[in-house]
């Protein structure tokens, strides 16, 4: 008997248990587990680590965007207002913290204003890698879609407090940032606090009235989360108009939007000048050791006579982190394939490698899959799943009547 002809049946005033109800939605609609692959013969993996107690290399708000009219000014005025002393260095293990406080009323600030948003550059990749932050990153990036930007600043600028600094377009600017125009526009900024986090400043930046970088900056360490690339006709990613589908999904434990689908998400890279993006094969590198800007990172080559067992009973990368948040610091580890023409690897959830012998080669490189295809980190069940599946329990015998209709369209659908 097919699950829709038992749906039927209970609709019609089967003397069917609710049982069969439990079951069909079970088998219907439950993620299986995802187990482990079988891997015949020895298995290859890497694990890497970061030292957090790695100084932030460019964590300064006041210096990666001096150019913004009043910005080094307010962080200043805020900081003596706040009896906060400020500090010019900082740890890696800081700059994560701060971000993460920032990325929870940034994004809902974002949903609340109802405007096309995204995680971009960096944070994208860290997604695609393993579903939260590079460790040596220093700001998480956010792209808005371009008519949806004036709401943002709109919303700085008339808020409670909000203050506005304007400057003459013969203001002297530094050439990293202007260098692709003769003369610098006409530019204003708004600064506002962040409503229920008096630690946390906005600030709207607006060039001939256009809104073109917004900032969400911990006014104690300048820690900043970034929205926005600058307006550049070099980057089609940043002045695009286009609605972009997305979804949401965690990183770094905050319910966020990306792209929807893999083609959207490899979409908002540029070829060619993003490092690291292999578009065609929808991979991103990874170095297996730090050097420069990635100082602290270093990965351990692992050969295993079997698939090393799990360290957690965790069922997905998500669940690690929601429920253990230092998980978030590492050790990060993959599965690797080493047969094809450049080093593949894959996500996973922590391992064991007691059993294992460590690898002395020359791997500098790999190129990672996206984490929520790996089999090695399955990911949760879709909200909607899950809350179907919450309806074997939960729902009382007057609604089955609905809770069958939407396990049999969500059939028909698969």
Partial sequence: MTYITRCLLLLLGSSSSDAVVQEMMQRALAVEPAGERV?????????????WSTPSHAHLASQQWGGIPGLSDQLKKRRKHQNAAGSSTVTQSVVFERLQKMLAPAAATLNELNVNWYLSEGSAIGFLRNKTFIPWDEDVDIDVKMDDRSRICTFISQGEGAEI?????????PTRIWDFVSQ??????????????????????????ICNKVLWVDIETEVALDIDHWVDSQDPVANSNKFLPTRQALFMNV????????????????????????????????????????????CTAYKCPAVPTLTSSAASLDDLYRTNPSAMHGPFDFQIDASTSHTNAQCSLPRDFSSCSAKKDDLEQVWVNPCESSPWAPQRQSAT????????????PPRAFAALLLAAATIAAM
């Fill in 255 to 298: 319910q966020v939007n990306v792209p929807e689908g893999i083609e959207g998400i490899w979409g908002i890279f540029q070829e060619g000048i993003e490092e690291g993006i292999d578009k065609h094969l929808k991979q991103v590198s990874m170095k297996t050791s730090g050097a420069g800007k990635s100082a602290g990172w270093s």
């Fill in 184 to 209: 610098a526009p006409d530019e204003s900024s708004a600064f506002r606090l962040v409503p229920g986090h008096p630690e946390l400043l906005m600030v709207g930046y607006l060039q001939n009235g």
């Fill in 39 to 51: 891997l015949e013969g020895e298995s290859q993996w890497l694990s890497c680590t970061f030292d």
């Fill in 165 to 173: 600094t304007s400057a003459s377009a013969e203001a002297s600017w």
């Fill in 385 to 396: 799943q899950a809350q179907i599946l919450s309806l074997r329990s939960t729902t009382p």
